[in-house]
């Protein structure tokens, strides 16, 4: 080795060529690469009698061998060097090594040459390992002489890693993981400073060969080039143990995220450990959907005593309660690191209760002129929402952006608090209301509350807002129509009839003057009074003003079926760049025809239209329309579900070449789609923000979502293309009253130039580099089997979640029975291209 100095190999003495076999068998017996490093026969005295010994140092371990008189070689010890403790030299030609529970004493004319390769072998394989993990070295006087000196090892993190990891798999006789280690050197050599293991393949519980995470982890204590490590998923009982074991050494992890690991075992010990090593660099930490319960009571105080502070905490569905809330928020209230520097904090699906509400508030009361808190995450917490927002009013005006209040009780007293947040916010962007049980005067009273101040994105999905029968809808439509400053409205899954559909959307979005985006998805059926909402659709899409519009259904009650042709015709000429029309289950040839509109359109940038009962024809009908359409086209979500459809029609051996068939189809729109994203630059800018108008799931990453805002809270794209085209902007006043709202992550402007992000963010190191797009999630989020339930619920069942209830009183203004749908029956692929020539024109638009 070239870091090793070169001494002599051999000692007092010489190796026969059966103790050459003995050694070279240790080594071969492990299998895990070990090479000899020193070997020299030794004198030891035991019971007063001088013995020799034949001490062999590895790479990893040491040997004293005994020979017996007849020739029989034994190991009498052996032991690991990364648990030798200490190296002591007394007398001339005199040593001691010492382990936990024994040591080996010996004396030789070798000591200096000895003691040098054991310390040069360690060094090699512990390579920032601090004081207290190395072994103490001891000399007594001068009599042993000057000790050669060992140069430095390669300390490159890619080779530290592999070597500290080879030496620790060598203690814990498990194998190393050839592809570990490949992809560590591959993510060195990138400049990720980001360790996402579930973003390689072989971590998993069920991987083969199986995959040590003991060894791995323990080879991260003195890590100094990942910044973020991430882990979710998966049934190790053992993870957040051996995380706490890494943290209670490393100096480098800034980011720490395991969510979703099935265990409540280890989150004392992840605390202790935060808590004993005091220079950690821990600014965010994700627990989400873990059984932490009462291990809260120690990793609280840790969280406290942050060194830097925390910027971001998510403990969503942790079952945090209100003993282990209060003392939570306690720590965090007498935390003045945390409180001046904390951007986001998640406490979704906890059993929290009123004394843990008021312990929150007290916090954010206490923020006033200190505050970064931007995002704040208590969906279905169980709190209380007057109380709560009255404090935000107070301690987070000048910093809060989004606060999701979703399945949180919300009565007229609480919406009057909320508006009062509203009104008092500099910058808040996004309000989540959904499954919050509320009533139009609850909502009469927010708007009122709020005055003439500006709410861009305003979440009311699973909401009562039809309860009481059409007089609340009219209520409700003239609240929206009257509002000069709402942008964008999501009244997803309120259950509103077609009747009443139909007066919203007449009344209510047609009429205002300022909304851009409306989520409409789980309203209305295919059933009675359909006409009356056709009509109040076709008025909605030729309205010029408005961006995004999303009518999804749930694949079952609501949705609308072929009815939904109809409307097809206006598509061809519609100014909407948004467009979700999934789970209607519209059958084969409604979806030909709509894919027929979508191929004369000039305006649509991203559309949804799986769920739609499309076989083979249908999803050949919409990858022509995407190849043959505007360039403008920029985002298609892809059909799974209908092309799950496909290949479940097919049989035996016709899946396997049919599947290969659909990906390769699939390939081509995804080439196709993005040469338009390329072309069109404005896209970046005018992503979106499908989940704003839902963000009951933390997952979604709102800073490159937020990015596509301007500083108005607009898409600069969108009311650029709006105004270029004849259509009315938004109204001066509100671009006015927004305009000061600062905007959350740099983005890159039209001119060329940049602007500056409200805060810092945790960025990887190369700051010049554009992150990732992501694709934006759907309008609506669809689970057909449990629609009201947000994300977390859904993931974690035993997590408090908000309680749905039917918005209509028993009896009143109830439907006609529905029409039974048919399913519909699928054109085999060599009849397409018959059926799609002579495939009957759209039904002319009606005419109610």
Same mark, same amino acid.
């Given at each position: 080795?070239?870091?090793?100095?070169?001494?002599?190999?051999?000692?007092?003495?010489?190796?026969?060529?059966?103790?050459?076999?003995?050694?070279?068998?240790?080594?071969?017996?492990?299998?895990?690469?070990?090479?000899?490093?020193?070997?020299?026969?030794?004198?030891?005295?035991?019971?007063?009698?001088?013995?020799?010994?034949?001490?062999?140092?590895?790479?990893?371990?040491?040997?004293?061998?005994?020979?017996?008189?007849?020739?029989?070689?034994?190991?009498?010890?052996?032991?690991?060097?990364?648990?030798?403790?200490?190296?002591?030299?007394?007398?001339?030609?005199?040593?001691?090594?010492?382990?936990?529970?024994?040591?080996?004493?010996?004396?030789?004319?070798?000591?200096?040459?000895?003691?040098?390769?054991?310390?040069?072998?360690?060094?090699?394989?512990?390579?920032?390992?601090?004081?207290?993990?190395?072994?103490?070295?001891?000399?007594?006087?001068?009599?042993?002489?000057?000790?050669?000196?060992?140069?430095?090892?390669?300390?490159?993190?890619?080779?530290?890693?592999?070597?500290?990891?080879?030496?620790?798999?060598?203690?814990?006789?498990?194998?190393?993981?050839?592809?570990?280690?490949?992809?560590?050197?591959?993510?060195?050599?990138?400049?990720?400073?980001?360790?996402?293991?579930?973003?390689?393949?072989?971590?998993?519980?069920?991987?083969?060969?199986?995959?040590?995470?003991?060894?791995?982890?323990?080879?991260?204590?003195?890590?100094?080039?990942?910044?973020?490590?991430?882990?979710?998923?998966?049934?190790?009982?053992?993870?957040?143990?051996?995380?706490?074991?890494?943290?209670?050494?490393?100096?480098?992890?800034?980011?720490?995220?395991?969510?979703?690991?099935?265990?409540?075992?280890?989150?004392?010990?992840?605390?202790?450990?935060?808590?004993?090593?005091?220079?950690?660099?821990?600014?965010?930490?994700?627990?989400?959907?873990?059984?932490?319960?009462?291990?809260?009571?120690?990793?609280?105080?840790?969280?406290?005593?942050?060194?830097?502070?925390?910027?971001?905490?998510?403990?969503?569905?942790?079952?945090?309660?209100?003993?282990?809330?209060?003392?939570?928020? +306690?720590? !965090?209230?007498?935390?003045?690191?945390?409180?001046?520097?904390?951007?986001? =904090?998640? /406490? %979704? @699906? $906890?059993? &929290?209760?009123?004394?843990?509400?008021?312990?929150?508030?007290?916090?954010?009361?206490?923020?006033?002129?200190?505050?970064?808190?931007?995002?704040?995450?208590?969906?279905?917490?169980?709190?209380?929402?007057?109380?709560?927002?009255?404090?935000?009013?107070?301690?987070?005006?000048?910093?809060?952006?989004?606060?999701?209040?979703?399945?949180?009780?919300?009565?007229?007293?609480?919406?009057?608090?909320?508006?009062?947040?509203?009104?008092?916010?500099?910058?808040?962007?996004?309000?989540?209301?959904?499954?919050?049980?509320?009533?139009?005067?609850?909502?009469?009273?927010?708007?009122?509350?709020?005055?003439?101040?500006?709410?861009?994105?305003?979440?009311?999905?699973?909401?009562?807002?039809?309860?009481?029968?059409?007089?609340?809808? +009219?209520? !409700?439509?003239?609240?929206?129509?009257?509002?000069?400053?709402?942008?964008? =409205?999501? /009244? %997803? @899954? $309120?259950? &509103?009839?077609?009747?009443?559909?139909?007066?919203?959307?007449?009344?209510?979005?047609?009429?205002?003057?300022?909304?851009?985006?409306?989520?409409?998805?789980?309203?209305?059926?295919?059933?009675?009074?359909?006409?009356?909402?056709?009509?109040?659709?076709?008025?909605?899409?030729?309205?010029?003003?408005?961006?995004?519009?999303?009518?999804?259904?749930?694949?079952?009650?609501?949705?609308?079926?072929?009815?939904?042709?109809?409307?097809?015709?206006?598509?061809?000429?519609?100014?909407?760049?948004?467009?979700?029309?999934?789970?209607?289950?519209?059958?084969?040839?409604?979806?030909?025809?709509?894919?027929?509109?979508?191929?004369?359109?000039?305006?649509?940038?991203?559309?949804?239209?799986?769920?739609?009962?499309?076989?083979?024809?249908?999803?050949?009908?919409?990858?022509?329309?995407?190849?043959?359409?505007?360039?403008? =086209?920029?985002?298609? @979500?892809?059909?799974?579900?209908?092309?799950?459809?496909?290949?479940?029609?097919?049989?035996?051996?016709?899946?396997?070449?049919?599947?290969?068939?659909?990906?390769?189809?699939?390939?081509?729109?995804?080439?196709?789609?993005?040469?338009?994203?390329?072309?069109?630059?404005?896209?970046?800018?005018?992503?979106?923000?499908?989940?704003?108008?839902?963000?009951?799931?933390?997952?979604?990453?709102?800073?490159?979502?937020?990015?596509?805002?301007?500083?108005?809270?607009?898409?600069?794209?969108?009311?650029?293309?709006?105004?270029?085209?004849?259509?009315?902007?938004?109204?001066?006043?509100?671009?006015?009253?927004?305009?000061?709202?600062?905007?959350?992550?740099?983005?890159?402007?039209?001119?060329?130039?940049?602007?500056?992000?409200?805060?810092?963010?945790?960025?990887?190191?190369?700051?010049?580099?554009?992150?990732?797009?992501?694709?934006?999630?759907?309008?609506?989020?669809?689970?057909?089997?449990?629609?009201?339930?947000?994300?977390?619920?859904?993931?974690?069942?035993?997590?408090?979640?908000?309680?749905?209830?039917?918005?209509?009183?028993?009896?009143?203004?109830?439907?006609?029975?529905?029409?039974?749908?048919?399913?519909?029956?699928?054109?085999?692929?060599?009849?397409?291209?018959?059926?799609?020539?002579?495939?009957?024109?759209?039904?002319?638009?009606?005419?109610?």
């Amino acid at each position: 080795m070239a870091d090793i100095p070169t001494i002599p190999t051999t000692g007092d003495g010489f190796l026969t060529t059966g103790e050459r076999e003995f050694l070279d068998k240790l080594l071969a017996h492990r299998k895990d690469g070990d090479e000899e490093r020193f070997h020299c026969w030794v004198r030891k005295s035991k019971h007063g009698k001088i013995q020799e010994r034949l001490v062999f140092v590895s790479k990893y371990r040491l040997w004293s061998v005994k020979k017996g008189s007849f020739g029989k070689k034994t190991v009498q010890r052996e032991g690991h060097l990364l648990e030798l403790r200490s190296i002591k030299l007394s007398r001339k030609e005199h040593a001691r090594l010492s382990w936990d529970g024994w040591y080996v004493e010996f004396q030789t004319g070798l000591v200096p040459q000895l003691v040098c390769a054991l310390r040069a072998a360690l060094a090699e394989i512990s390579v920032g390992y601090c004081a207290d993990l190395q072994p103490a070295l001891e000399i007594e006087g001068d009599s042993v002489g000057t000790l050669l000196e060992v140069p430095a090892p390669d300390s490159s993190p890619a080779v530290a890693f592999e070597r500290n990891y080879r030496a620790l798999c060598n203690l814990h006789g498990v194998v190393a993981h050839q592809p570990l280690i490949d992809a560590i050197h591959a993510l060195v050599a990138e400049g990720n400073h980001t360790l996402d293991l579930n973003a390689l393949p072989f971590v998993s519980a069920r991987s083969k060969p199986p995959f040590d995470l003991r060894t791995a982890f323990r080879a991260l204590r003195f890590d100094r080039h990942f910044e973020a490590v991430l882990l979710r998923d998966q049934p190790w009982k053992e993870t957040v143990a051996c995380i706490a074991e890494v943290m209670r050494y490393n100096t480098t992890i800034c980011k720490l995220a395991l969510t979703n690991l099935d265990t409540h075992e280890g989150f004392a010990a992840l605390g202790e450990a935060l808590q004993v090593n005091n220079q950690h660099r821990l600014s965010e930490l994700e627990l989400s959907l873990n059984k932490v319960g009462n291990d809260m009571l120690t990793l609280a105080p840790a969280l406290q005593a942050s060194p830097l502070g925390l910027r971001r905490l998510l403990l969503n569905s942790c079952e945090v309660n209100a003993k282990t809330g209060v003392l939570l928020f +306690a720590g !965090l209230k007498e935390s003045t690191r945390t409180s001046a520097v904390i951007e986001e =904090l998640g /406490v %979704s @699906h $906890n059993d &929290l209760g009123p004394i843990a509400s008021a312990s929150l508030s007290a916090w954010l009361g206490s923020m006033a002129g200190v505050s970064h808190l931007q995002r704040l995450l208590l969906n279905g917490s169980v709190i209380d929402v007057a109380q709560v927002c009255e404090s935000a009013s107070v301690g987070l005006a000048a910093s809060l952006q989004e606060l999701d209040l979703t399945g949180n009780r919300v009565d007229v007293r609480a919406a009057q608090a909320v508006g009062q947040l509203i009104k008092a916010s500099q910058s808040l962007r996004l309000l989540s209301l959904g499954a919050c049980r509320m009533r139009v005067d609850a909502f009469a009273a927010l708007l009122t509350s709020a005055g003439e101040c500006n709410f861009p994105h305003l979440d009311l999905s699973r909401n009562e807002l039809a309860h009481g029968g059409s007089k609340h809808v +009219a209520e !409700l439509s003239r609240l929206v129509a009257s509002n000069r400053s709402l942008y964008s =409205l999501d /009244v %997803s @899954h $309120n259950h &509103l009839k077609n009747d009443y559909l139909a007066k919203f959307i007449t009344d209510g979005v047609c009429a205002s003057s300022s909304l851009r985006r409306i989520n409409l998805s789980c309203n209305g059926s295919k059933g009675s009074k359909w006409k009356l909402l056709l009509t109040a659709l076709q008025s909605l899409l030729s309205s010029s003003t408005l961006d995004a519009l999303s009518i999804a259904g749930d694949g079952s009650k609501f949705m609308y079926g072929e009815k939904l042709s109809a409307i097809f015709p206006l598509l061809e000429s519609t100014k909407l760049s948004y467009l979700d029309l999934s789970a209607n289950r519209l059958g084969e040839r409604p979806f030909i025809s709509l894919c027929d509109s979508f191929r004369r359109n000039q305006s649509l940038q991203e559309i949804q239209v799986d769920g739609n009962a499309a076989g083979m024809p249908g999803v050949c009908a919409l990858r022509d329309c995407i190849l043959e359409a505007s360039s403008r =086209l920029c985002h298609v @979500h892809k059909p799974t579900e209908d092309i799950q459809r496909v290949l479940s029609a097919c049989k035996g051996k016709e899946r396997e070449p049919m599947r290969v068939k659909l990906e390769d189809m699939w390939s081509e729109v995804e080439a196709k789609l993005h040469r338009n994203r390329e072309n069109t630059p404005s896209y970046t800018e005018n992503m979106f923000l499908t989940k704003i108008l839902c963000a009951s799931d933390p997952a979604v990453d709102l800073e490159s979502a937020f990015s596509a805002l301007g500083d108005d809270g607009v898409p600069a794209a969108a009311l650029a293309s709006s105004s270029g085209s004849g259509a009315s902007p938004i109204s001066p006043r509100v671009h006015a009253a927004t305009s000061s709202v600062p905007s959350l992550a740099p983005r890159q402007s039209t001119s060329g130039g940049s602007s500056s992000s409200y805060s810092p963010q945790l960025q990887h190191r190369s700051a010049t580099a554009a992150p990732a797009r992501m694709a934006p999630p759907p309008l609506s989020p669809r689970v057909p089997s449990q629609p009201s339930l947000p994300a977390y619920a859904r993931a974690h069942p035993s997590s408090p979640s908000p309680q749905y209830h039917e918005p209509y009183p028993a009896g009143e203004d109830a439907d006609e029975e529905e029409e039974e749908e048919l399913p519909p029956v699928p054109l085999r692929e060599e009849e397409f291209s018959d059926y799609y020539r002579a495939a009957p024109p759209p039904p002319p638009p009606c005419d109610y």
